[in-house]
Structures are given as structure tokens and as C-alpha cells.
């Protein structure tokens, strides 16, 4: 793995880098900073000091370098000096204020930015107003001194895509934007898109090694197909096919004594309904009148152990390192609130530690080693079928009543409502500063085999 280095700025305008003794061996002709290089003068340092690279001022202005660097890594390629990484995080939903320039998510964005010292990287904020396209320039919001700072920087030498939604995704300058990006500079750009439940389902049921964690789901074509369904196995699940947050989620109840079809969900005025009809027609007639149904799939319902009466499932965070290889990160248990369909915390729902829910020991480690096994066999999978690079994903599973694991969704940017925990504080940490050590994964690759990132 590439070494840390301090960054220390001299004054002087000739364009001059001291370097350690450990390169004395390289005879480098250029330094790069971001997608920026330029020709600059090489030289062993006078005093060697421990990990640390100087910098005249007169370069690190020409690169663009900020003056409050933290610690930042070198890659060698060739005859060039490779410092950073400089990661620009994509987004959108700005705001003309100083103090909360990306709105609701100021707070969000100024914790991720704040492990960039620990990891050694230089991140940013920006979106496609940000970008001078003339100059090959970003005007990059920075979190610096516990303030909002906006600095020019070269176009980054990885991209972090946190779009908030679908809808700013299919926005046709965000689109163009990522397309250049990626197919005119090259710039590695990781977790893109938003996943379709239904293309995750098709694509994981055709890997032997997972089909046997998904519940049986179909886009939905007919009643009958309903009925099938729920004569096998009891309830069934409709959902939203691109939903999130859990909107939109129904469950039907078959009840084989009364005859009855009970649907239960939560409604526009975020109140939770139970309803029963005498027909799935009916049901659906009255439930289902104004909406469109080809945007809709069918699950198998699932018998979940239950706590209190209440649903429980599990959300699973994973991460890929500064190696490159997935890690579990966080797990927690999340049940639902009283009548509620989903176990979202918007539905009533609430965060649960393993330990609370399997207070034994050895049940415990089990169920760990259970999540952790299918989340990253689950990562693995869809990590080879998705185009793109994924460096992170959240996962819902269940475990039904004789023990087997079941995923109902994975998430391409996953919630973070699981760490409202406050014994969950450490594990979103970890989510933070993996999600942007792989940075650092990416941009080596990147320089050292671009074809491996860039097939």
C-alpha cells in the first residue's frame, strides 16, 4: 500500500519539489495533483525529514494544491509524481448559503469530508455548476477549520457519485455531465445509480451461489398470478419497483378460514391502513384504482421471527477498503412500529443492537457470521453482474423462523437512519471512511492499470 506523506509549502516561486532519500533512485520528470500535471524541478530533501514532501509555493499555486493539506499518498507511474488523491464527491441540491451550502445535507457531507486527514486524501463537494470545462477546473466546496470553504482545484482524480435522488440522477445535464467525465477524462466514478429492485432480482437469482437468499418476485402481470402466490405462501409483498424509504409498500393477507383478503400499508396522510375485502378484485379496485401497476412488483411473503408481534429485519452496511476487498461494516436490527408494513423509522420503526435481539452469546455469533457470509457473497455477486464500480452497499435481510437468510433489497446509496443508534456511532465511522479509502483503491488502479478500472 502507497505511503502517507506530510505536504509542507516553502516559500518560493520556482517550481521545485524536495523529495525524501527514498526516491533518490526515480528520476522523475512531472508531478501530478488531481488530472493536473506539470513539469517541475526534483531534488532530495536538505534534511530528511520523516514522510514528508516540500513543495515550493510557486508549485503547489501552479497545481492547485490547497494550503491546508492534510497528509496525502504518492503513486509512481513512469517518470511521474502522482499526489492525492484529490476526490470530488457529485451531487446536487445546492444552496446560495455559506454556513449550509448543500442544505439539509450540510451536516452530513461535513462529517464525510472530515475523515479526508485519516485516510490521507484531499475531498470535495461540487456539482455541474461548479465545473469550468475552458480551464479544467472545479470550484470545489471544502470543509476546512469547522467552515464551508469554496477552492479552485483540478478536475479530481476520482468521483464519488451522492446524488439524492432518482430524480436528480435523470436530470440530462447531470447525465451529460457524468458521461463526459467518464468518457473524456477518464475519471474513475464509483457507486452510480440508483439499483431497480427488479434488475437486482433478476440478475442475483441467475448466481447459484445467492438465488437461494431471494424470495420469489415477479413484475406484476395479473391477479391470478396474486392468487397463486398467496395460496403458496400465505402473504405477498407489493412494491414500488424504483421506491426507496419504503413508500409505497403493501402487504396482502390471504386468510384461507374467513375467505378474506386483508392489505395493509401506510397511506398519503402517513397513517397506517388495514383494510379487508371479500375479492383481490375488489381489493385491488379500491386500494390500487389510480396508480400504475407495471411499476409494481409482487414478493413472497416471508414468516420473519418477530419481537412483540412486530416485523424485524436487518440492515447490513458493506464496504470496500483501500484494498479493494468488500468488509461487513455495520449491522443492526430494525422492527417495526405497531401496524406498520415496512420497519422504516419515517413508518414508526426502530433501530435495535444484535445483542438486544439474540442476548446469547453463541446465537449471536451466529447470526453475525450468517449476515456478514450472504453480504458478502451478495457484494461479490453483484459487484461482477453491475456496470460501473460499486463501493458500497446496504442490504435488507430477514431470517425466517427456521433460520435461513433472506434478502429483500439492496441499496446503492444506503440510508444512514441505522446510526441514529448511538451504539452504532463507531460502525458509521467506519462506513465514512471506508467509502472514501476506497478512493485511494481506485486512483492507484487508476494509475498503475487504468484498463482494469476503465474496461
Not at 107 to 120: Q, R, T, Y
Request: without cysteine; charged residues 25%; aromatic residues 12%.
Amino acid at each position: 500500500m502507497t505511503k502517507k506523506y506530510r505536504i509542507n509549502i516553502i516559500n518560493g516561486e520556482e517550481p521545485i519539489i524536495y523529495l525524501p532519500h527514498e526516491f533518490a533512485k526515480n528520476e522523475f520528470t512531472k508531478i501530478a495533483f488531481g488530472t493536473l500535471s506539470l513539469e517541475a524541478k526534483f531534488s532530495p530533501a536538505k534534511i530528511d525529514g520523516e514522510n514528508t514532501l516540500t513543495i515550493s509555493h510557486g508549485l503547489a499555486k501552479a497545481l492547485k494544491i490547497p494550503m491546508d493539506s492534510g497528509p496525502l499518498h504518492v503513486f509512481v507511474q513512469e517518470k511521474i509524481l502522482y499526489i492525492g488523491p484529490l476526490v470530488g464527491i457529485f451531487t446536487s441540491g445546492f444552496t446560495p448559503y455559506e454556513i449550509r451550502p448543500i442544505g439539509e445535507r450540510s451536516a452530513f457531507f461535513s462529517k464525510l469530508l472530515s475523515v479526508d486527514k485519516p485516510i490521507g486524501a484531499l475531498v470535495f463537494v461540487f456539482g455541474e455548476q461548479h465545473i469550468n470545462w475552458e480551464q479544467g477546473t472545479i470550484q470545489g466546496l471544502f470543509h476546512m477549520q469547522d467552515e464551508w470553504k469554496k477552492l479552485e482545484v483540478p478536475f479530481p482524480n476520482v468521483i464519488y457519485d451522492r446524488l439524492p435522488n432518482r430524480r436528480s440522477e435523470q436530470n440530462p445535464h447531470v447525465k451529460k455531465v457524468k458521461e463526459k467525465l467518464q468518457a473524456q477524462y477518464l475519471i474513475p466514478w464509483y457507486n452510480p445509480g440508483f439499483f431497480n429492485k427488479l434488475d437486482i432480482y433478476e440478475r442475483l437469482v441467475s448466481d447459484k451461489n445467492v438465488a437461494h437468499y431471494l424470495p420469489e418476485t415477479f413484475p406484476f402481470t395479473s391477479l391470478s398470478m396474486i392468487e397463486r402466490m398467496l395460496s403458496d405462501y400465505g402473504h405477498v409483498f407489493i412494491k414500488p419497483i424504483h421506491g426507496s424509504l419504503g413508500l409505497g409498500v403493501h402487504q396482502i393477507v390471504f386468510d384461507k378460514e374467513e375467505g378474506h383478503y386483508y392489505i395493509r400499508y401506510r397511506n398519503k396522510e402517513h397513517q397506517n391502513k388495514l383494510l379487508k375485502f371479500r375479492s383481490l378484485e375488489s381489493l385491488f379496485n379500491y386500494v390500487f384504482q389510480k396508480q400504475n401497476l407495471s411499476n409494481f412488483l409482487v414478493q413472497q411473503g416471508i414468516n420473519l421471527i418477530r419481537i412483540e408481534n412486530r416485523l424485524l429485519d436487518f440492515r447490513v452496511h458493506t464496504n470496500k477498503d483501500d484494498q479493494g476487498n468488500w468488509q461487513v461494516t455495520a449491522i443492526a436490527a430494525k422492527l417495526a412500529g405497531v401496524g406498520s408494513v415496512t420497519t422504516h423509522i419515517n413508518n414508526g420503526g426502530t433501530i435495535k443492537l444484535i445483542d438486544e435481539i439474540f442476548p446469547q452469546i453463541d446465537e449471536k455469533e451466529e447470526i453475525i457470521q450468517k449476515f456478514s457470509e450472504a453480504a458478502l457473497q451478495l457484494s461479490k455477486s453483484l459487484e461482477q453482474q453491475i456496470e460501473g464500480i460499486i463501493g458500497e452497499i446496504g442490504f435488507d435481510l430477514g431470517i425466517d423462523n427456521t433460520g435461513k437468510i433472506w434478502l429483500f433489497e439492496a441499496n446503492s446509496k444506503p440510508g444512514r437512519s441505522i446510526f441514529k443508534h448511538p451504539h452504532l456511532k463507531k460502525f458509521e465511522y467506519l462506513t465514512r471512511k471506508l467509502s472514501l479509502a476506497f478512493a485511494v483503491f481506485l486512483t492507484k488502479k487508476a494509475i498503475e492499470q487504468p484498463e482494469e478500472i476503465l474496461k
